[in-house]
């Protein structure tokens, strides 16, 4: 991303949209700040509710945020709400920091914006080169050359930003690295002993977590549940999710077909009653198992 744009800070409020149906840009700015007299608290703002995207270009700032102290430098931005418990500053080393900032009313864009974070978390690595950190920068280019002239362009932009915060942060979600320690870890062994999955009770003990909470941060983390995760196909090389069971086939006249599958099966009520009465075998004693499904 290129930093020689003038600097400034542009504010829009406009007249000729309903507010309850458009999306609403607050502002967009390009700074370079540093000493103390840079921070900002989140409780303690006045014109809220926002939503703040913040993308470095050079220099580092810090985010205090949930406990943690996250510190920003280049081609890295935060997202926070405001208000929120959250505080962001200049560097007390007095280093400069330059920046980029788009400010949002929340008004219809709440959902987007929890699934962002969600996967994000309030700090993200976004490349100089990605359409996201591309999109800021255009559009405080046509900020600054007075091209956002009314409600509608202002409302198309800031939808097409958010459309690529959440490509981005789904992509994100699905690459390991950013997954945290005790996810990735029990991603791994899933990945590595699919054919014998032992019981989420197991793995869930071994992340320290209950089973229902390792669930929900599993899927929270990965896009997937613990059973679904993909996984090697020995057979082919190639990664695959455990497929679900087949549904009748209508095909009419051509009668039974015999298919090799690998069914997961969970331990679910009834379905030791189910199983044998529908496919001829039942529920393996270890939650999975491997069988010929006669599709009527």
Known sequence: MQSSTPLGVYGFRFLDTPGDAFYQLFALGHEVRSGPSYSWDGLQRSDGPLLLL?????GHGFLENGGRVH????????LVDIP???RYYASPEGEAWEFYFILLRPYGLETHWKHIT?????AADIPPDSPVAHLLLDAFHAAARGRITDGYLASSLVYRLVMELLRFSSARRRDKEHWPPAIRTAALRLEADYARLPGMEEIAKEAGMSASHFTRSFHRATGYTPRRIPHEDPDRGVLRSAPPLLPADRGGSQGGRLLRRKLLLPRLPGMGRLLPRRFSFGPG????AACDVRLK
């Open 54 to 58: 913040q993308y470095t270009v050079s």
């Open 71 to 78: 510190r920003i430098g280049p081609g890295q931005a935060f």
């Open 84 to 86: 929120s418990r959250h």
């Open 118 to 122: 969600e996967r994000t978390g309030p």
């Open 285 to 288: 004693s270890d939650g999975a």
